[in-house]
């Protein structure tokens, strides 16, 4: 079954240090989405990405990160200057499209846990 | 606005007995309404999903959750609750238009031997 990987799996960083955080959708999807956990809360949406541009973003999403479809493959999440209240698990996921006929599914990734010191 | 309410942060069954965890929603338009389970160290696994077809929806692993608009509910069940079931299970709200999903806060299911 096909799969949208992350790496790293986990990442320690210090605050204030750039981080980037990478996916591989699922290779016929069209949309791509970021969505970070902090421990114990819930999951909050952070970007939808399609057709090589951000279609939607949260308040969370701020100046400090940014996505990025470099090649036909990687999908990415960089954080500019991290702050502590950046650690969190950040989870990839894609959908192969949206729409009136019908919602789209995301398929999600294991995530990327964030550390920030 | 969307958005899910999970009733209960935690539920404790014993093996072999029925599962029932919690969902309302609230949504402007008509809903997409999904459950996703998030096992220890593990993605967000898709259960089930309603998108205006069929109110009972069958999904994987003998989950299964009932729409029912009059009740803004969406909730998830399994008549028989099994060792591998013990996980984090999360209701999910969307537009068929939209590509933002709104997550409830989760619900821990513990299943005792």
């Known amino acids: 079954e096909p799969e949208v990987t992350q790496t790293p799996s986990h990442q320690v960083t210090q605050m204030g240090q750039e981080v980037i955080l990478r996916c591989v959708p699922i290779s016929n999807h069209l949309y791509f989405y970021w969505y970070r956990q902090i421990l114990g809360q819930k999951v909050e949406f952070l970007v939808s990405f399609y057709n090589n541009e951000i279609s939607e973003k949260s308040e969370i999403f701020d100046d400090q990160f940014s996505v990025e479809r470099p090649d036909g493959s990687n999908f990415t999440l960089k954080i500019r200057s991290t702050k502590l209240e950046d650690s969190a698990m950040y989870f990839c996921a894609s959908s192969p499209s949206t729409g009136p006929s019908g919602a789209n599914v995301l398929t999600f990734g294991a995530g990327s846990r964030l550390t920030v010191l | 606005a969307q958005s899910v309410t999970q009733l209960d942060s935690h539920v404790s069954v014993s093996e072999g007995t029925p599962v029932l965890l919690r969902c309302n929603y609230s949504s402007s338009y008509s809903p997409s309404l999904f459950w996703y389970v998030q096992h220890p160290n593990k993605g967000l696994q898709l259960l089930l999903k309603y998108t205006s077809a069929a109110t009972l929806v069958k999904g994987i692993n003998g989950f299964e959750a009932e729409f029912k608009k009059s009740e803004t509910s969406f909730h998830l069940t399994k008549p028989s609750a099994h060792m591998s079931d013990a996980a984090e299970y999360f209701c999910?709200?969307?537009?068929?238009?939209?590509?933002?999903?709104?997550f409830g806060t989760g619900t821990s299911l513990t299943v005792i031997p």
């Open positions: 999910v709200v969307t537009l068929n238009t939209g590509n933002q999903f709104y």
